[in-house]
């Protein structure tokens, strides 16, 4: 099971390795990388990892996660939410045609915020 900071901060380093590091946009790289972050223990020490060449505060995560008060405590399974986060990679990728990460994660709030 999985909380929705856990989620988001899987999301976030996939999305930065498969871009930044394999650059790939390809969505089934960025969900087979999603799973395998998924099962990792220590998910802050990787986000500070895979955020590190990149310009964005991972404490914005933390406020995003926090604001979705709806979710805060649910815990979710894989499953459920794999969907989710690649509808979020989709839609930045290809509708809003960026690599950035804070609109990823932006568009992650858009999709969790509808679940």
């Given amino acids: 099971m999985l ?3 856990d989620i988001f901060k899987a999301s976030v380093c996939s999305f ?3 871009i930044y590091e394999y650059y790939s946009l390809d969505t089934n790289d960025f969900i087979e990388k ?3 972050f998924f099962k990792e223990k220590d998910l802050q020490q990787y986000l ?3 955020t590190a060449d990149i310009a964005y505060d991972i404490v914005n995560i933390e406020n995003i996660c926090n604001s979705l008060y709806f979710l ?3 815990q979710f399974k894989e499953d459920n ?4 986060c690649k509808n979020a990679y989709f839609k930045t990728i290809k509708k809003d045609k960026t690599i950035n990460v804070e609109a990823f994660v932006d568009n992650l709030a858009k999709c969790f915020s509808k679940f």
């Fill in 3 to 5: 909380c929705i900071k």
């Fill in 16 to 18: 930065c390795v498969n």
């Fill in 34 to 36: 999603l799973r395998l």
């Fill in 48 to 50: 500070m990892i895979c």
């Fill in 72 to 74: 805060k405590n649910k």
């Fill in 81 to 84: 939410v794999i969907d989710i």
